[in-house]
């Protein structure tokens, strides 16, 4: 027991000195995504904003982004949205394709399994939001 204080002595005040002169990244929320879609039949590539909570269609698929964050602009740049995609059945329930985080720098590490569709996260940005009774611009 004796030899162990003096082990666990210089490595205390090292930890201690670690969390104190390493300030931590803190990601920023941001109130909407920026996410692109294949269409693996046409090939297309679409890109597309979601507002937080508020479901978008993108062919078969319903996508609602639940949060956004993003890196400040001093740190390593990382974007990462956590999203629920469900597949839309005619006359069927939905069907859970995918809820989990998806990040910017990793497309591949969380990605949707579907046969005609691939989704992932571009960006997570600020966006004015339309005023209580204001029309957004893309349902005119």
Request: glycine share 4%; net charge negative.
């Amino acid at each position: 027991m004796k030899r162990l204080i003096p082990l666990t002595l210089p490595l205390t005040a090292a930890l201690a000195l670690t969390l104190t002169t390493v300030s931590p990244a803190w990601a920023e929320p941001k109130n909407t995504a920026v996410l692109q879609g294949l269409d693996k039949v046409t090939a297309q590539v679409s890109t597309f904003e979601v507002a937080i909570d508020q479901p978008i269609d993108f062919g078969a698929l319903r996508i609602r982004v639940r949060h956004c964050d993003k890196t400040p602009p001093e740190e390593k740049p990382e974007a990462a949205a956590f999203v629920e995609i469900d597949e839309l059945r005619p006359g069927q329930d939905q069907k859970v394709l995918f809820t989990g985080w998806m990040f910017a720098s990793s497309p591949g590490l969380n990605a949707v399994e579907h046969a005609v569709y691939d989704v992932w996260v571009l960006d997570c940005v600020d966006r004015g939001l339309p005023e209580e009774g204001e029309q957004p611009a893309d349902a005119q």
